[in-house]
Every structure is written in C-alpha cells, then in structure tokens.
C-alpha cells in the first residue's frame, strides 16, 4: 500500500521561500509520475506542477512558472517543491499526489493516492 507524506509547510511572508518535500512509502517513488496540487479556502484543488519517473520532463501551472520547481530523489523515495518569491495567493494546502500515467499529467483525476497535505501560509 502506498502512503505520501508530505512536511515542509509554515507560516512566512511574501516573498519568502519554501521547500516541501513529500516521502514515498509503501513503493519506490521511481515507479510513479509524481505531482503537486494546491487548494485554497473556498476554492477547488489546483494543479501545481509535476514530475515523470526519471525526473527528466516536469510540468508547471503558469500561476507559478519561474517561482516554482519541481525535484525528485529517487534514491530517498521523495518529491520536492521548491517554492520561491511567495506571495499571499500562494496560501493553500499543498497535497502531493502519484500517477500511473506516463505522460506527466495535470488533471486532478489522474493522480489516485494522495497524502494528507501540509499547510502554506503567506502573509502581505
């Protein structure tokens, strides 16, 4: 059975950095595209950015493009969101999320195992 946990989540203000990381269990995380997904109050879950098996291709929301990477170490079994330059609307649950999926998908229903989320706040 695979489990996701993810860590890294606070309270900072904008344009502050962030790194989450989100560990792998159950499996090797080489075995999945892997993904990053966001959801604020209110709001639907949002695609935030994603990574195929090798690491090799990635996929980012163009909410976050050049703020936001992607990473994973397969060796640790874990996926990592590097968050810089902050800002309030980037205030959400930060989920990550696996997929069988070979092409490195964006939409939420393709990704089937989800970890319980880990919170992001940002302040103005």
């Known amino acids: 059975q695979v489990q996701l946990v993810e860590s890294g989540g606070g309270l900072l203000q904008a344009g502050g950095s962030l790194r989450l990381s989100c560990v792998v269990s159950g499996r090797t995380s080489s075995s999945y595209t892997m993904g990053w997904f966001r959801q604020a109050p209110g709001k639907e879950r949002e695609f935030v950015a994603a990574?195929?098996?090798?690491?090799?291709?990635?996929r980012t929301a163009d909410s976050v493009k050049g703020r936001f990477t992607i990473s994973r170490d397969n060796a640790k079994n874990t996926v990592y969101l590097q968050m810089n330059s902050l800002k309030p609307e980037d205030t959400a649950v930060y989920y990550c999320?696996?997929?069988?999926?070979?092409?490195?998908?964006?939409?939420?229903?393709?990704?089937?195992?989800w970890g319980q989320g880990t919170q992001v706040t940002v302040s103005s």
């Open positions: 990574i195929s098996r090798s690491g090799i291709s990635t």
């Open positions: 999320a696996t997929s069988a999926s070979l092409p490195v998908p964006t939409t939420l229903g393709m990704y089937d195992v």
